[in-house]
């Protein structure tokens, strides 16, 4: 197996994707986005493996972000190659027309509840119009379930679907030289925690589902994982524990700002927590706000009318309402 990385200069930094060209079907783990230098950088990523594109028989994503799908109708067109991709984001992908309009427009819902100034809003609208062309081609794709299982390599992976990131995030795990293993995706992060909420907006109660994949990852017992960027995971059920941890101490934050405010929107929660907000970072700031909000109200602890948080009455003495101990 070979660890490429890709420049990615739109998102989270670069990439890293995952080439197997030895024994089994030759497969790329995602693919990084869609812009005539990554498209360079793959190509020579291939010849130092003394490979070219057309030897490409299979295509794996994790999930329908550009950065790591951007290039599969590209690669798809160069090869033949089959996508698979779980059926949550398959449409996406397949950039269907309905589900990419129903996407943005639950966006611009969002936008709105969230209390996002216009000019903020005027600016993420145009950061979002400027990175379309990020997702590239479409592919023609083949839509892969929780449980099913699929060659990528020599090795029989298991698909774990890893919900909160994006609503189709899936992990793919195998067992190599008698370890445990996976690729993760934006599941699990080294250095940083995937945003919930704002990546993707089709998600209902995102931190809640978030933290059960997190749940989920710990049930593997992985002794590896292989993450969506940067380097491998060596501890991926205590890297799970952290980000856990990481979203128990950020919804005591709310609370405070709660305590603080008596009531907020999102985007006015999202500006304690974070400061000013550019780019992406203004879907994924109150993005991440609305997760913990959101949290808070289905756990009794918020209340939620016309836009507007506040506290429940008779709150003082409620433990932190995520859950650590997965």
């Known amino acids: 197996m070979r660890q490429i990385q890709l420049g990615n200069t739109s ?4 990439n890293s994707i995952y080439l197997f060209d030895g024994d089994g079907p030759t497969t790329l783990v995602d693919t990084g986005v869609s812009t005539p230098e990554v498209e360079a950088q793959l190509v020579d990523a291939f010849e130092d ?6 030897d ?3 295509i794996v994503l994790t999930h329908f972000h550009q950065d790591h799908a951007g290039l599969a109708g590209f690669l798809q067109a160069e090869s033949g190659a089959d996508v698979f991709v779980h059926e949550a984001d398959a449409p996406l992908v397949e950039q269907d027309a309905d589900a990419v309009a129903e996407l943005d427009g639950k966006q611009e819902e969002y936008f709105v509840e969230w209390g996002i100034p216009d000019e903020k809003r005027a600016e993420i609208t145009s950061f979002i119009g400027r990175t379309h062309d990020l997702r590239g ?3 023609d794709v083949t839509p892969v379930s929780d449980g099913d299982f699929i060659e990528i390599g020599p090795y029989e992976a298991e698909v774990v679907h890893l919900p909160g990131h994006a609503a189709g995030l899936a992990g793919y795990a195998f067992e190599r030289d008698g370890r445990r293993e996976a690729f993760l995706g934006d599941a699990l992060l080294p250095k940083y925690t995937p945003n919930v909420g704002g990546a993707d907006v089709r998600v209902e ?4 589902t978030y933290l059960d994949s997190l749940g989920r990852i710990t049930s593997l017992d992985l002794d590896r994982a292989w993450p969506g960027h940067r380097g491998p995971i060596f501890a991926p ?5 952290d980000i856990a941890e990481h979203h128990a101490e950020r919804t005591q934050r709310v609370i405070s700002v709660l305590e603080d405010r008596g009531s907020a929107t999102p985007w006015e929660v999202s500006a304690d927590l974070f400061g000013e907000l550019h780019n992406i970072h203004i879907l994924h700031g109150p993005g991440e706000a609305y997760a913990h909000l959101d949290h808070l109200v289905h756990e ?5 009318d016309d836009g507007e948080y ?3 009455e008779n709150t003082e003495d409620v433990e932190t309402p995520v859950a650590t101990d997965i």
């Open 11 to 14: 998102f989270e930094g670069r």
């Open 49 to 54: 493996a003394g490979l070219s594109l057309a």
């Open 56 to 58: 490409l028989d299979r």
């Open 137 to 139: 081609d479409p592919a």
């Open 205 to 208: 109660r995102p931190l809640a």
């Open 237 to 241: 059920t205590l890297r799970a524990r």
């Open 300 to 304: 009794g602890v918020a209340e939620h």
């Open 310 to 312: 506040r506290l429940a």
